[in-house]
């Protein structure tokens, strides 16, 4: 069981790692770029493995936090709101700022709520 939690952590990783790469390559793409689907992708990948962990603590012996497994998942609500409402479209300038660091918060939350 703790391969599968292992193997979880490592694609919330890479799902936040998505998420911040998203930020360059909307950015790469320019002003009048649609707000591109890997925010989308991202963002479910994140909710996903995040559910999964939590879902799965009582079979890894984890005692995750539940007040700050519930802040993370309101941002990430935020985020997906904040994309979904937007895709395909062209975004505001404030946007996409504003979606990474929604993303930074949540690292933040991570790693020094502890
Ligand atoms: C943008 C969204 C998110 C980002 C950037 C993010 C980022 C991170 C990072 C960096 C860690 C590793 C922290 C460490 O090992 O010290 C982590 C762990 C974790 N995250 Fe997230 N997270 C996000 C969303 C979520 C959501 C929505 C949930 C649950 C519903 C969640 C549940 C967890 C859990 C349970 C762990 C601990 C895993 C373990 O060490 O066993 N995360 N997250």
Do not use: C
């Not at 599968?4 to 998505?18: D, I, K, T």
């Not at 770029?33 to 890894?60: D, Y």
């Not at 404030?94 to 990474?100: G, K, S, V, Y």
């Amino acid at each position: 069981m703790e391969f599968v939690r292992l193997l979880l952590v490592f694609l919330h990783l890479l799902g936040m790692g998505m998420l911040v790469a998203m930020f360059f390559v909307q950015k790469r793409a320019g002003a009048d770029a649609p707000l591109n689907k890997g925010w989308l992708h991202g963002a479910a990948l994140q909710l996903l493995t995040g559910v999964a962990l939590v879902g799965l603590a009582p079979l890894t012996d984890k005692d995750y936090d539940h007040f700050k497994i519930g802040v993370k998942l309101l941002v990430l609500v935020v985020i997906a709101g904040l994309v979904a409402t937007n895709l395909n479209k062209k975004p505001a300038s404030w946007l996409t700022p504003a979606l990474a660091g929604l993303v930074v918060v949540n690292v933040g939350v991570a790693v020094f709520w502890q």
